[in-house]
C-alpha cells in the first residue's frame, strides 16, 4: 500500500477558524472545522438480514440499542489453524463455535465465501492466542512469555492500556518545543528507543511518530508511516504523551512487552492467568485487493484490523461480529461498494468501519458500533462509521455508541438515515455526531434524516450534533432528534441547505449555528422551517455569527413554522447581540407564522 490520502480540511484554514473566532465567542461565535476531519463458544447472533443489491430505502424501525455481545474466542477445544490456499470460487466453511488462530488469506481473491457451517455460534478468527504461564514480576505486575511483538492484549474481554507517561488523569505533558523530526522535553526516563509518541496538533487531530533516539532532553522521530494518522506535522509546544516502555508500567490496567515477556497489572490486581488474550499487529481478515468476497456469520476478535479489504470492490460482510482491534474494524479505502449488514463491532481503537479514499456506493445498515475511537489513551478516529470522499453511501438503521471523534460521516449523493447516536466526541473535540462537507465546494445532494443523536460533547463549547461542515450545500436534514449536545446543529460556511421537522431539546449552547468565515458572502439560502425548539434553561435557539457583519447575518437563512418552547427571554444570538424573539422577529423579518410558548 503506497498512497496514504490526507484529511480534506487545510490544517491552517481550521487553526484560522478557530483563532477568528474565539474573539467572537464572546459575542455568540463559534466553529471551526471537523478534521477535514476467553470462555463463551457460542457468541450471541444477530438474525439473519439479506444484503441489499440495489439502492434501498431507510427503515421505519429503530436501530436496535442492546449493548453489543463481545464475540470471544472458544478456549474450552483446541485452535484450530486457518484455512489455507483457498481457490477463487470457492466457499469455505467454517466449524461452528470453533476458534481459528492465524490470518485469513483473502487477498486479490474473487468470488470467495467465508461463513460458519452449523448452529453452534460463529466461528471465531484472530491471529492471537490465549495466554498462561504468569508469575509474579514485582508488586501487582505480573509476566508470561511471549513468542512475538504483542499489539493487542484483552483481559476478561475488554483490551487494556499500553503502558504510558505521563498517566492519568493527567494524560497530556506539555512539549517545551518541536519540529518536524524531534520534540523536546525532560523525561523522567531515557529508555524511549522504539517507544510511540503520540500528539496532538489540533483539537480535532492526534498524531504518533516512532521514537529513533533520546539525548539531551529531546527526542529525534521516524518519518511519517502511520495509515491510521493523518501526518500533520509537529510544531511548537504541542501535547503530547509517550507509550510502549516497561518502565511506563506503573499504574492497574496497563501492560508493556519486554525483551520477550508481556507484563501486566491488572485494575484488580489479581493474577491475569486464564484471563488474558494476547494478539500481533496482524489482520483477521487480509482481503486487500478481492473482488465479490462474502463474509457471512464469523467472528473476528484480537488483531490489529478486523478486515483489511483496502482496494477491495464488492466485499459483502453479513452477520460479522468484530471486537478489540488495535486499528480498524473494516478497512475499505479505495475500495468500492462495500456492504456491510447486520454487524456488531465494539472496542478499535481507529474507526469501526473506513473508508478514507476512494470507495463509493457502500450500504452499511443494522450496524452495532461501542467505543470507535474511545477506547485507551486518546489517539485518531476520525469517524465511528467514516467515508469522508465516498459517493452515494448509505448509512442506514445504525446504532454508534461512545465514539471518540465523529459518530457518522459522510459525502456526496449520500442517505444517512434512521441511525442512533448516543456518545460522540469523547475523546477529541471540534467534532459531530454526524458530519458532512463539501471542501470542493459542489453540491452534496444528500439527506440526513429521522436520525436520534444525542449525548455529543454537551460540555463541549466545539461539539454539533449534526455538523455541516465547511461549504456543506444541498444537504436536507429532516425529521432528526438532537438533544443533550453541546448545540444541535451547525452550518458552518454552508449555503441553499434545508433544516426541516427536526426536534431540538437540552442542547447546552445552542439548537442551531451559523457561522460564516472570511471575506466572503458565502452562507445564504438556507431554509429553517417546521422544527420544534425546547429549551429548559439559557440554551439560544440561535446563534449567527459573520466576519462580514451584522448586515451579512440578516441574509444566512429564511425561517417560517417553526415552533419554539422557552421560558427564557434570550432567544437568539445575533452577532454578539442577544435578542428577544419578538425582536429576532423584526430582526430578520422572518419567522411571522412561527410560535413562541412556554415549557
Known amino acids: 500500500m503506497n498512497t496514504i490520502a490526507l484529511p480534506f480540511t487545510r490544517p491552517a484554514l481550521a487553526a484560522s477558524i478557530l483563532a477568528a473566532l474565539a474573539t467572537l465567542a464572546a ?7 471537523a478534521g477535514s476531519a476467553p470462555a463463551d463458544a457460542t457468541p450471541g447472533l444477530l438474525p439473519s438480514v439479506s444484503t441489499p443489491t440495489a439502492p434501498v430505502q431507510p427503515d421505519t424501525t429503530q436501530p436496535n440499542t442492546t449493548q453489543p455481545t463481545i464475540p470471544q474466542p472458544n478456549t474450552t477445544q483446541p485452535a484450530l489453524p486457518v484455512p489455507g490456499a483457498i481457490a477463487n470460487g470457492s466457499t469455505v466453511l467454517l466449524e461452528c463455535g470453533r476458534s481459528y488462530v492465524g490470518t485469513l488469506d483473502l487477498k486479490g481473491k474473487s468470488d470467495v465465501t467465508v461463513k460458519t457451517a452449523g448452529s453452534c455460534g460463529n466461528a471465531v478468527l484472530s491471529p492471537g492466542q490465549a495466554l498462561s504461564g504468569w508469575s509474579r514480576h514485582e508488586g501487582n505486575v505480573y509476566s508470561a512469555p511471549v513468542a512475538f511483538d504483542v499489539g493487542q492484549l484483552v483481559l476478561d474481554g475488554q483490551p487494556l492500556e499500553r503502558a504510558h507517561w505521563p498517566n492519568r488523569p493527567q494524560t497530556w505533558a506539555k512539549a517545551s518545543g518541536s519540529s518536524a523530526t524531534t520534540l523536546s522535553h525532560a523525561m523522567p526516563n531515557g529508555d524511549l528507543v522504539g517507544a510511540t509518541l503520540v500528539f496532538r496538533p489540533y483539537d480535532w487531530a ?18 511519517f508511516d502511520k495509515i491510521n494518522f493523518d501526518g500533520y506535522a509537529l510544531s511548537g509546544a504541542v501535547d503530547f504523551y509517550v507509550e510502549g516502555k516497561l518502565w511506563m508500567l506503573d499504574a492497574p490496567g496497563e501492560w508493556a512487552v519486554s525483551e520477550g515477556r508481556v507484563y501486566v497489572w491488572t485494575p484488580d490486581g489479581q493474577s491475569p492467568q486464564g484471563r488474558v488474550w494476547v494478539a500481533p499487529e496482524r489482520d ?16 473476528v476478535y484480537g488483531a490489529a484490523n478486523g478486515i483489511n479489504a483496502l482496494g477491495a470492490t464488492d466485499l459483502r460482510v453479513q452477520n460479522v461480529n468484530i471486537a478489540n482491534m488495535s486499528a480498524n474494524g473494516i478497512l475499505n479505502s479505495g475500495g468500492a461498494r462495500l456492504q456491510v449488514d447486520g454487524a456488531i463491532i465494539r472496542n478499535v481503537r481507529h474507526p469501526a468501519i473506513s473508508v478514507h479514499w476512494g470507495g463509493g456506493g457502500e450500504v452499511i445498515r443494522n450496524v452495532q458500533v461501542d467505543g470507535a475511537g474511545n477506547i485507551g489513551m486518546p489517539t485518531h478516529a476520525r469517524a465511528a462509521i467514516h467515508m469522508v470522499a465516498s459517493e452515494g453511501s448509505q448509512v442506514l438503521n445504525n446504532s454508534v455508541r461512545n465514539a471518540g471523534y465523529i459518530g457518522i460521516r459522510a459525502f456526496r449523493n449520500s442517505l444517512i438515515a434512521n441511525n442512533t447516536v448516543d456518545g460522540a466526541c469523547l475523546a477529541l473535540t ?13 453540491p452534496l445532494n444528500a439527506r440526513i434524516e429521522n436520525n436520534t443523536v444525542k449525548n455529543v460533547g454537551p460540555d463541549q463549547r466545539l461539539a454539533w450534533g449534526i455538523y455541516l461542515g465547511d461549504r456543506a450545500n444541498g444537504v436536507t436534514v429532516a425529521g432528526n432528534t438532537i438533544s443533550a449536545s453541546g448545540n444541535g446543529l451547525e452550518i458552518l460556511n454552508g449555503h441553499d441547505n434545508r433544516i426541516t421537522g427536526n426536534h431540538f431539546s437540552g442542547n447546552t449552547q ?9 471575506s466572503q458572502t458565502v452562507v445564504r439560502n438556507n431554509q429553517v422551517s417546521g422544527n420544534t425548539f425546547t429549551s429548559t434553561g439559557k440554551q439560544e435557539m440561535y446563534r449567527l455569527s459573520s466576519e462580514l457583519g ?3 447575518v440578516k441574509r444566512f437563512a429564511s425561517y417560517a413554522d417553526n415552533r419554539y418552547i422557552s421560558s427564557s427571554s434570550a432567544f437568539a444570538n445575533y452577532q454578539g447581540e442577544m435578542l428577544s424573539f419578538a425582536q429576532w422577529q423584526a430582526r430578520t423579518g422572518q419567522d411571522g407564522n412561527s410560535t413562541l410558548g412556554v415549557p
Open 27 to 33: 459575542c455568540g461565535g463559534g466553529g471551526g472545522s
Open 550 to 552: 451584522s448586515s451579512a
Open 284 to 299: 483477521a481478515i487480509d482481503a486487500r485487493d478481492s473482488r465479490r468476497v462474502t463474509l457471512e456469520g464469523v467472528n
Open 510 to 518: 445552542a439548537h442551531i449555528q451559523f457561522v460564516e468565515f472570511g
Open 206 to 223: 492526534v498524531e504518533a511518530r516512532r521514537i529513533t533516539g533520546y539525548s539531551a532532553g529531546t527526542m529525534t522521530l521516524a518519518s
Open 430 to 442: 471540534d467534532c459531530g455526531g454526524i458530519y458532512i462537507d463539501a471542501p470542493d465546494q459542489q
